[in-house]
C-alpha cells in the first residue's frame, strides 16, 4: 500500500499498527521522484522512439516531484514544454521555472509528446487522442497505469501495431499514428532502469524506519501514520555523502546554541522539504 | 519577531496569543527566497561591482531556498559553483543539481566571490577573510547581519575605503584588497530592489492570515504557532496566476472521488511543499 | 565604421589601405556580444525596471550572437521566450536550443517583454506597439537605435512619461502604458556597465591587429578587409586565461604531427567559430 | 576521407576533382555534432552502465562542437564537469560556460566518467587509467578510435572481463575496475542511435553539394575543397524548420536595402557559424 492508502486506512480508524510513511521523507522522496525522473524520462523516451528532444513541444501534465524532473530534463536538452496542473501552488511553480500553464485540451493538437505524472486516472482521455497529431508520443511517468485511457483505444475501428518491444502504434482509419509507450504503464519502470544509487536510498530509509518502529519505547508510536523522523532522514542522506566526494560543516557550539541546535541534528524542522 | 523566535517564544509558554508562521507557507516561502534571491544576487552583484559572472569561481554557504536561488542564477551564468552545508539533506540536494558540497576553509583561497545566506552567526569568519584573495568580493544574502564577521575587520591594520554607496574596499597590510558589500548587511534589500510582485504575494499571505485568525471560530487556535492553512495557501498563488495567463485544470467529479480531494483544494498535505 | 562598411568600402573600391575586421574575430565577438549580452540584458531590466524574469512571456528579436545571449540568461531565469529571424539556419538552432520561432505579429499581443537584436531598421513598428498590452517593456540590444520605430511614437495623441532616467511610459488614449528604455538606444549601453574583463579583451584584440598591420611584411596585406589571423585570435584568449586559472593541455610532438597541427597554434581553420 | 584528409590532399596537390567540405557547413556540423551528441552521451551511458548523472565528477576532454555538447548535457542534468582543451579561445569559452579548465592529470584521480571528444590520439594514456579511481568510466565521442590507448590495457597483468554488450571492465591486480565502453570507438555510434532527424540534415547537405558540384558552371570549382555555398547550406535548414512549425520572418524591400541583403539569403558572411 503507498502513503495515500495508509493515511484512508487511519482516517477510517483500521489501522492496526503504527505505520512510517517513508515515502514522503524528503531523501527517498527527491530520489524517487524528482532525481530518478530526471534521467529516466529522457532514457525511456531514447530506448523506445526515434525522438531527437531538440525543439520539441511537449505537454507534462502534472507539475509535482516527478513532473518537475520531467521538465527540467526535457527543457535542458532544448524541448519547448508547457504543463497542466489542478494545484494553484504548483502552478505557480511553473510559472516562475519558465513553463506555460496550460489546459491540455488548449494544445493537444500541436504536441510532439504527452506525458503524465499526476497520480490520477483520465488524464489524457479519447477525445484527445483523437485529437493528437500524427506520430505523437505518448507516456506515462505516474504512479499507476490509470493515467491515459488505454482501454479506449482497444475498439475495432483502431489498429495496434507493436513495433518493438513496450511500443504500440496506435493507428487511426485515417492513417494517422499515436505512439503509445509501454501500453501506458509506468515508462521509468518499463523502458528504463534505476540506478542501484537509488534504489540505496530507498532501502536504507526503509530499513531504518522499521529499526525506529521496532526499538521505539511502547507509547511513542500509536496506530497511525508517521513521517520519518528528520535525524533518520538526514541520517539517510549523510550515509550517501561520500560517494560524492562531499564535506559537511560542522555547526561551532557558538553556532549551535545562536541557532537553538543541536550540533548532530536534527537541523530543521519537519515540514522542512 | 521571526519565525523561529514565535516557536521559542511558544516552547517557553510565554506566546499569549495564536499566531501564523506565514514565513513558512509554500507561496511565500518560495517567492521570498527562492525566486526573489535568484534574480537579487545577480542584481546585487551587478549594481556594485563590475563582476562578469562567466567563469567566476563562487562559494555559497548555506543551501536553503536563498542558496539554491543564488546557486541556479549564478551557475547558469557561467559561473562555477561550490556550497557549504552543516545540513546532510540539503548538501544531498547540492550534489544532485551539480555543485560541489565543501568546507569553506578548503576553497577560500581560490574564491572571487563568497555569498553567505545560512542564517548563522560567524560563518565568514576574519581567518577566512584574511586567506582570501586579491579582489574577493563577500556579500551576505542570509536573515542578518551576523554572518559575516564584519567586526573582526574594524581593526587598526586594516585600511577601509569606501568606493561606492554600499561597497568598501578593505586593504591588508600588503595592499589586498576585499570588496566588502553593504558591511555584510542584506545584499538584496541594500543592493537591489523587491519587484512588487513578491510584495504583492506576501502582503495577501499575511491578510489572509489575519483574517483567518480573526474569523476563526473559537479553540480552533490556541497559544501557539501554526501554518497557514493549506487552502488559504493555494488561494495566495491562484490569485497570483492570471499574471501569468496560467489557466488550472479543474479535476473531474470521477477524478476528485478518485483521489479523495475536494475539488476546490486543498490538493496536498500540509506538509507538502 | 563598423565591420560591415569596411566591406562595402572594399567592394566599392573606396578602402585606401589594408583593415582588420576585429569585431568579427572570435574572441572579440563572443565577449561584445554573447557573454556581455547575456548579463547586461538582466542588468539593464532590473535597473530600469520593476521585472522579475520568472514567467514573463519575451519575444527576442534576431538570434544572432546578441540574441542568443540574451534568450540564455533569460530562459535560466524562468522566462518563457520566444524569437524571430529571417535566418533560417539561426531560426533552427533557435529550435534546438528551446525556443519557438515566430512571426512578431502572431505574439505581440501577449508579450511582457520585446527585445531588439536584429541590426536591421523598424524591426518593432507604430502598428505592433499599437497592438502591444498595458505595461509592456519594449528595448533594445541591437547594433543601432533604429530597430524601434520611435519616431512613430512621438505623435499628438501619444503622451510620454518619463518615470525616471533611461525610463519613459507611452500612454496611449485609453490608458494603456509601454515602457521604452533609453529611448530605443542601446540598452547594454545605456542602463547597464561593460565590465573591464570585456573592455580588456577588446581592446587587446584592437592593438594587436594595428601591430599585425604595421608590423606585416609588405604585400602581406592589400587594400581589403582581413578578419585577424587565427593565432592572434588565440594568443588574446591565452592572455586572458590566467584569470580563471585555466590550465591549458599542451599537445605532445607525436599528437601534434597526428593532428598535423603547430604546436603553438593556429588549431583551428580560420572560419572555425 | 573526412575534411582534414580532403586539405591535406588539396595541399599536396593530389586532389584531382572539385571537393565539398559539407562536414563544416554549418547546419550539417551543429546537428551531427553539438545537438546530437547533446543527446547521445546522455543515451550512450544509460544503455550501457548502472550511472546517475547528478553529483558525478565528469571530465570532457575537448571543447569543441561535441564536447561543448555532452558538457551542457551532462552539467544540465547535475554532473560536476570540467574540461581539458589545446586551444585557447576554446578554453575560454569552457571558462565562460561555467566549465573548469584543467589538465587531465589534474583531475584524473577523482573523476567518475571521462570523455574524450578531441580527434586526437592517445588523450587518455596507460599512466592515467592506471591512476583512475575504482569504476571510473571511460569512453569516446571523438572522430576515431585512438584517442584512448587501448591497446596499452591489452597486457598480462590485467584482466578483462565482459560484463554485458559493450561494456568491458579492466580489472587491475588490486581489484580496481574501469568501465571501457565500445573498446574505446565511438560511444554515439556503437551504444546509441542517430535520430532520423540527423540522418535528413546530412543526407540533404550531401545531396545539395553534389547537385552544386554537378551543376555549376564551367570554372566555378577548380580542383580544391570548398565549403557549400551559404545559400545552400541555408536551404538546409528551411526544408527543416516546418517540422517545428517555425514561422520565419521576412525582410521587407526596406529593410533589405537597409541591410545590404537580398531578401532570399544568403543572409550571414560565409565565415558565420
Redesign the interface.
Known amino acids: 500500500v503507498g502513503g ?1 492508502e495508509l ?2 486506512l487511519s482516517k477510517a480508524g483500521k489501522l492496526c499498527v503504527p505505520a512510517m510513511n517513508v515515502n ?1 521523507s ?2 527517498k522522496q ?2 524517487d521522484n524528482l ?2 525522473c ?2 529516466s524520462i ?2 525511456g523516451l ?2 523506445t522512439t ?6 520539441k ?1 511537449v505537454v507534462v501534465c502534472g507539475y509535482g516531484e516527478v513532473g518537475k524532473g520531467c521538465c ?2 526535457l ?6 514544454v508547457c504543463i ?21 485540451s ?1 494544445v493537444i493538437r ?1 504536441m510532439d509528446v504527452v506525458i503524465t505524472c499526476t ?5 489524457v482521455t479519447r477525445e484527445q487522442l483523437d485529437r493528437m497529431k500524427n506520430g505523437c508520443i505518448v507516456c506515462n511517468m505516474g504512479h499507476s497505469n ?1 493515467e491515459i485511457d488505454v482501454a479506449s483505444l482497444r475498439s475495432p475501428e483502431l489498429t495496434w501495431e507493436r513495433v518493438r518491444s513496450q511500443v504500440d502504434h496506435i493507428i487511426w482509419p485515417d492513417g494517422k499514428r499515436v505512439v503509445l509507450l509501454a501500453e501506458g504503464r509506468l515508462l521509468n519502470l518499463s523502458c ?2 534505476v ?4 534504489l540505496s536510498i530507498t532501502a536504507t530509509t526503509q530499513a531504518l524506519a522499521l529499526i525506529e518502529l521496532f526499538n521505539a519505547p511502547e507509547g511513542r508510536y500509536k496506530q497511525d501514520v508517521y ?1 520519518l523522523p528528520k535525524k533518520m ?3 539517510v ?2 550515509l ?2 561520500p ?10 557550539d ?2 549551535a546554541k ?3 541546535l543541536n550540533k548532530n ?1 536534527p ?7
Open positions: 495515500a493515511y484512508q514522503d524528503v531523501t527527491k530520489f532525481y530518478c530526471r534521467e529522457l532514457d531514447k530506448r526515434d525522438i531527437m528532444f531538440g525543439g513541444q527540467t530534463a527543457k535542458a536538452l532544448g524541448a519547448i497542466t496542473e489542478i494545484d494553484p501552488i504548483c502552478a505557480l511553480q511553473a510559472c516562475m521555472d519558465g513553463f506555460r500553464v496550460v489546459k491540455l488548449e500541436q497520480g490520477n486516472k483520465n488524464v490509470t528504463s532502469t540506478p542501484t544509487f537509488v513521517l532522514d538526514e541520517y542522506a549523510s550517501h555523502l560517494n560524492f566526494d562531499a564535506h559537511l560543516t560542522e555547526l561551532s557558538e553556532q545562536y541557532m537553538g541534528g537541523f530543521k524542522p519537519n515540514y522542512y522539504r
